[in-house]
T-cell receptor, first 110, second 110 residues
């Protein structure tokens, strides 16, 4: 089983839709969780951290479910500019390194 | 703004050549990382370093070595490049929980 797994997509959604991605992780000792966004031919950039209590940043909401070992990202009112690949990342190995999922591709269409 | 720079955006080398990929960060970060990114496989950690002259193997270190003589610079070395090392190479440095990536080097080994 992979350490971090994501549905690769693509998720094709109309503008204005709500879309959710999940990411599962295998190491129950993992402490920190993140969502990164990667635009085509660009480097990944941190979108948001995922806290136990969940966190919200505008149209984006991230949640953690430790019991089931997954994190989620919810995007409300999707914009064309949200089209990108979303990578989840889990901190493992004593906190020095991140393990990334393979990414979920989102395409927002008119 | 944190800046992570990589020496080349595109590089073409021949099988058997020794290849150096350079990465420099300007924010005095202790932790630096080298990943490769391939379609369907996502970001995979090759090596990381948490201090000058310190290095740790990541998930796929075979065929690679690294050097960290100065805090701001982390080099990835392919001792004898092979065609299966054709990939996008991404360097990153880390401050607390946020990991900053360089723009990537697209390496093609012929």
């Amino acid at each position: 089983r992979k350490e971090v797994e994501q549905d690769p997509g693509p998720f094709n959604v109309p503008e204005g839709a709500t879309v959710a991605f999940n990411c599962t992780y295998s190491n129950s000792a993992s402490q920190s969780f993140f969502w990164y966004r990667q635009d085509c031919r660009k480097e990944p950039k941190l979108l948001m951290s995922v806290y136990s209590s969940g966190n919200e940043d505008g149209r984006f909401t991230a949640q953690l479910n430790r019991a089931s070992q997954y994190i989620s990202l919810l995007i409300r009112d999707s914009k064309l500019s949200d089209s990108a690949t979303y990578l989840c990342a889990v901190e493992t190995g004593g906190g020095n390194k991140l393990t990334f999922g393979t990414g979920t591709q989102l395409k927002v269409e008119l | 703004d944190v800046k992570v720079t990589q020496s080349s955006r595109y590089l073409v080398k021949r099988t058997g050549e020794k290849v150096f990929l350079e990465c420099v960060q300007d924010m005095d970060h202790e932790n630096m990382f080298w990943y490769r990114q391939d379609p369907g496989l996502g970001l995979r950690l090759i090596y990381f370093s948490y201090d000058v002259k310190m290095k740790e193997k990541g998930d796929i270190p075979e065929g690679y070595s690294v050097s960290r003589e100065k805090k701001e610079r982390f080099s990835l070395i392919l001792e004898s490049a092979s065609t299966n090392q054709t990939s996008m190479y991404l360097c990153a440095s880390r401050k607390r929980h946020e990991q900053f990536f360089g723009p990537g080097t697209r390496l093609t080994v012929l």
